[in-house]
C-alpha cells in the first residue's frame, strides 16, 4: 500500500510539473508589437471618438492576439505612455479599451519630433526583450504639422531638420518598417515629408464625414506582419592602398607604403536596405610564425552607409602602422557597426600578404643600374613638364580699328579677364563703346590648349555667347550698349 500512495504522488507531481511547464512555454511565445501613436491637440477633438472608436475595433479587437505586445502613447504638448504591455490572454484587451477610451485630448502643441523619438526608442528595447521575430505595426496619427512649446528638445526645429540633426535614431529609414501614417485635415506637409523620407504609406483623410469609413478600411488593408529577415553586412574584397592606389598583394609591400585599406561593404540581407555608421575600427597584422603582432590605427569612413539589399559598396579607411611590420603573415580589421537604436554588429576581414622593408628590396636588385635609370627618367620627366609648363605671350587684337593690347603672359591654368573694368588683363576702352565689366574670360587650360569662358551674354553680337575650346587667332564678335559691333581675336607672341 505505501508503495502504491508513493508512485501515485510521483506521477501526480511529473504530470503537474509538466503542466506547469507547457504553461510557462506557452505563455513566452514571441507574438508581433502593435504601436498606436496618437495626436491628442486640441485640433482633433471633433474627430477623436470616430478615430478611437476605429482603433478599439481595426487594431485592439483584430490585430491583437496573445503573446503580441501593445504600446500605445499620445503626445501633444508632451508625450505620454497610455499602455504598454504584453498580452496575456484575450481579457487584457478589456483594459487597452477602457484605456484609450479615457484618454484626454488636451495638447497645447502637436510635438512630432518627441513622438517619433519616443516611439523608435520603444521599439528599439523591444527587439531587445525578444519582440524582433516580426516586423511591427506602427499606426501614426495625427491632423497637424509640427508645433512645440518651449522646453521641448525640437523646440524651434523644423521637421526635416529634426530628421537631420538625429540621423541614428529619427533620421534613420530602416527603423521605420512596419509603420503606417494617418493625417486628418490639410494641414499636413510635414506628415507627406516623414511619409516620403520614410518611404512608407500615408492615408489623408479630407472628407471628415468618411472618416471612420476611411480609417478602418486602411488599417484592414494592413497586411499581415513579416517576419524580420534576419542578415548581415561582411566585408568583402579587402586590400591594402597607397596614396589611394591598390598595392598587388602578391608582391611584397613596403611597410611605409601600406597607408590605406580599400574593401567592400556588403549586405546579406535579400529584402531589406540597411543603414549603419562605422563607430569603431581596428586591424592587427600577425606573421605566420605567430612571433610578431603589429596593431594598426584606422582612420574609418565617417557618416552614414546606405546598402540596398545585396549591393556592396566601396569604402577606404587611412593605415598606420604602430610599429613597423615585417615578413609573411595576415593582415585582419574588425569593424563595429551601429546600424540605430542599439543595434550594434561586428563584423571581420583578412588578407595574406608580406612586408618587407625598402632596404632590404633595394639589396636584391643592383644598386647602380636603378639609381641611374631613375635619375635619367627624372631628368626627361623635368624637362617634359618644363616644356609643358613654359609661360606664353598673348596679344589681342581689336577689329575694325585694328588697336591691340599689351602681351599678357600665361602659365597653364592663368585667367585673364576681358572688359571694361579697370585693371583687366584685355582692357575694352570707352572709345569702343560702353561694356560690362567683365564679358568674358580667357584661360589657358594645357600646353597648346585654350578656353574662352562667358561671364556677360548680352555683350554678344546677335546673342552668339558660347563658352568652350577657343583657337587661337579666331574672332569673337562683341557689341556695346550703343550697338557698335566690333571683333577681338587673340594671339601668342614670341
Known sequence: MNLRKSFKKILVTLISIFAMTSIWAGGNQQGKSVVVVLDVSTSIRPYMEDIKGVINEAVIDRRLSSDDYFYMVTFGHDVKDVYAGKLMREADKESIHNNLNGIPVDGQATDIGQALAKTLTKLGDLKKEDFDLYEPMVLFITDGNNLTLDGSPYSGKTVPQIFKDDPNLIGNKSLYDGWYFVGVGDKLTDLQYIADYTGRK?????????????????????????????????????????????????????????????????????????????SKGEAVFQTDDRTSTVPFDLILEAGKISLEPSESKESFAGLSAKKIPEGKGTLKIMCTLDFGNGDIRECMAQTDLEFKPQSKIIMEKLIPIFIVLIAVILLVILIVVLKSRAPVFVEMTVLPKGTKSSR????????????????????????????????????????????????????????????????????????????NGINVSFKIKK
Open 202 to 278: 500615408l492615408l489623408t483623410i479630407t472628407d471628415l464625414d468618411s472618416l471612420k469609413d476611411e480609417l478602418d478600411r486602411f488599417i484592414s488593408n494592413i497586411p499581415p506582419a513579416k517576419v524580420i529577415e534576419k542578415g548581415s553586412v561582411e566585408i568583402k574584397a579587402l586590400e591594402i592602398s597607397h596614396g589611394g592606389k591598390i598595392l598587388n598583394p602578391s608582391k611584397k609591400i613596403i611597410p611605409s607604403e601600406a597607408d590605406g585599406l580599400s574593401f567592400e561593404f556588403k549586405s546579406m540581407y535579400e529584402r531589406t536596405p540597411v543603414s549603419f555608421e562605422i
Open 408 to 483: 599678357v603672359k600665361f602659365s597653364i591654368g592663368r585667367k585673364v579677364e576681358l572688359g571694361s573694368k579697370p585693371g583687366a588683363g584685355f582692357p575694352l576702352p570707352k572709345t569702343l563703346g560702353t561694356f560690362a565689366p567683365v564679358v568674358g574670360v580667357l584661360r589657358r587650360s594645357g600646353k597648346k590648349t585654350w578656353e574662352f569662358s562667358v561671364r556677360d551674354p548680352s555683350c554678344f553680337k546677335n546673342g552668339d555667347a558660347v563658352s568652350g575650346t577657343y583657337k587661337m587667332g579666331s574672332p569673337i564678335a562683341l557689341k556695346s550698349a550703343e550697338g
